[in-house]
């Protein structure tokens, strides 16, 4: 358990982790417009290529960016399979109620694509963004909304504190099994009751020490002066360079070579 | 035969990324029955791990850990009860407390061990006597306690499996002089007790000092001294190199010896630092 598995970092020097985090946040969003644009397969075929550019340029080893469709693969194969199945179209082969169409195939291909690429590209962002880079990115896209009453430094102070305390956390709840199993507690039972039952030992705990260090974080804030009315300066403030300019050309350009494709 | 030894353990933390931290290097360690052994160390020198390896938490990545001449990572040695027999006793074990009674709390342990339900309360009476609380907490939840009385609680529920082993991470951390006596106190009781062996880790020299009959200094993963008090503490050299010390009064007594040859320097105690200082306050005024 420590901080790699979390936000799954992955400390680098390449050009794209030297990339201001707003170029990379609005980028990604860019690159999920793309996405929904392309519905052909030479389209999908150049975001093969951008996307295969990227990676390599980012120097994250491809497996690892692989690994990361994982968790979503169910939803792709279960909205695939009921694409295929339910697409009226030119059948190809029919069984009983079942009948595959061309179209279907084609739908659902797309649809697969389009996910896979999508969160492979957005895991990029992550592996390549530290989490507190992420949200000074968000807080500073989202500062416009300041001006209709939104407290958009509050809401990130809140991000980042629940972040931060994310390995801590996971930390403490080692701590506590291993202090439990110290005293007999077994983990892994089959029966829901026992598990149920298991929790307890650890959920308390953790629960109890989770307000503990929010009173004393809230005081050491307090005695801090912590004020939100105050225009608090940052130590490492975002700036624009000249990379965060070229890569948003490079992905504007791009992006209008796939809607002239499209259209 | 040693009731717990571990030999030549290596471990290493992140094995196989950049985070590789090789935090014990080829430490042996034997532990006799009924030895009160004081382990030290500057942070980060492997203390912890090697507790948790002592206890079965962790397996090492080499080397092997013999309880009563069989090693426990054999594939039918039973674990779950060696974790009984080895006792742990974390840092802050007052954060393991869980239940809505002292009384529950200290059965937790009981339960697992599946010890008959009639002796509960015996148990429960003898290790509330060592630990020194009264029954009155029994019906009282752990959450309103003090620190130290919580440490206590927490500590009790460790006791009260009568563990052959006892160890104790920082048993006295952040606790008042008071406090920390009675800690040691009950472990001395609960040694006297059952002649089971007891290892404490700490980072402070006087208490060590004061309660222990062995020392093992770690530095870096590995042994740096290892021996009785004065065989430790006589390299005091070699402990500043790595960010440790001689207790305090020992110190106090090596600078008074550097005016006055006669002054013993190998004394760790309270009690014998009194006497000591007395002795040569009486000399001075007879001179």
């Not at chain 1, 969160?119 to 530290?130: C, R």
């Not at chain 1, 989490?131 to 102070?157: K, W």
């Not at chain 1, 004393?216 to 000249?242: G, H």
């Amino acid at each position: 358990m420590n901080n790699t598995v979390i936000g799954q970092f992955i400390p680098g020097k390449s050009v794209i982790h030297g990339l201001d985090p707003r170029t990379k946040i609005m980028t990604t969003g860019l690159w999920i417009i793309i996405l929904i644009l392309t519905h052909s397969w030479i389209g999908f075929l150049l975001d093969a290529i951008f996307l295969a550019a990227v990676i390599i340029v980012s120097r994250i080893s491809p497996i690892i960016v692989l690994r990361s469709i994982k968790p979503i693969l169910p939803i792709v194969i279960f909205t695939s399979f009921f694409n295929v199945i339910y697409t009226s179209g030119d059948v190809l082969w029919s069984a009983w109620i079942f009948k595959i169409t061309q179209q279907g195939i084609e739908i659902s291909a797309f649809l697969s694509l389009r996910i896979i690429f999508m969160v492979m590209g957005s895991s990029i962002l992550t592996f390549t963004t530290s989490l507190t880079d992420i949200t000074s990115g968000i807080e500073s896209l989202l500062s416009p909304l300041e001006r209709f009453g939104v407290r958009v430094t509050d809401f990130a102070m809140m991000v980042t504190l629940a972040i931060r305390f994310i390995p801590t956390l996971s930390e403490e709840i080692q701590k506590i099994k291993d202090a439990q199993k110290a005293r007999g507690a077994f983990f892994g039972s089959n029966k829901i009751t026992k598990k149920i039952k298991e929790v307890f030992p650890i959920l308390v705990p953790l629960i109890y020490s989770s307000f503990r260090r929010a009173f004393d974080l809230t005081n050491a804030i307090e005695c801090r002066c912590y004020n939100q009315k105050i225009k608090r300066t940052k130590l490492n403030p975002l700036i624009y360079k000249k990379k965060d300019l070229v890569c948003g050309v490079i992905s504007s350009l791009f992006a209008l070579i796939i809607l002239i494709i499209q259209h | 035969m040693s009731l717990l030894s571990i030999e030549n353990v290596d471990y290493s933390y992140a094995k196989k990324t950049t985070f590789e931290k090789h935090v014990l290097k080829k430490l042996s360690l034997k532990i006799e029955p009924g030895s009160f052994i004081g382990i030290i160390g500057h942070t980060g020198s492997g203390k912890s791990t090697l507790i948790k390896i002592l206890n079965g938490l962790l397996k090492p990545d080499a080397g092997t850990i013999l309880y009563k001449g069989e090693n426990i990572w054999s594939k039918n040695f039973d674990l779950r009860n060696f974790h009984l027999d080895v006792g742990v006793s974390f840092q802050y074990p007052e954060h393991q407390l869980f239940c809505d009674t002292v009384k529950k709390d200290i059965e937790y342990g009981l339960i697992n061990k599946g010890v008959p339900k009639e002796v509960y309360e015996s148990k429960i009476k003898k290790t509330l006597n060592i630990v020194g609380l009264s029954e009155s907490y029994l019906e009282k939840s752990p959450f309103q306690l003090s620190g130290g009385e919580m440490r206590k609680v927490a500590l009790a529920g460790t006791i009260v499996l009568d563990p052959e082993v006892l160890i104790l991470d920082e048993p006295t951390a952040g606790l008042d002089p008071k406090s920390t006596q009675q800690i040691y106190d009950s472990l001395k009781t609960y040694q006297a007790q059952t002649n089971s062996s007891i290892i404490v880790v700490s980072h402070s020299m006087e208490d060590v000092s004061e309660y222990v009959t062995d020392i093992v200094a770690l530095d870096d993963g590995q042994i740096l001294l290892q021996g009785k008090p004065d065989q430790v503490f006589d390299n005091a050299e070699k402990l500043k190199k790595v960010g440790l010390d001689v207790p305090i009064t020992t110190n106090i007594l090596r600078l008074l010896a550097k005016d006055n040859p006669s002054v013993n320097t190998n004394i760790y105690r309270y009690e014998d630092t009194k006497l000591e200082i007395s002795r040569l306050l009486k000399d001075a005024i007879l001179k």
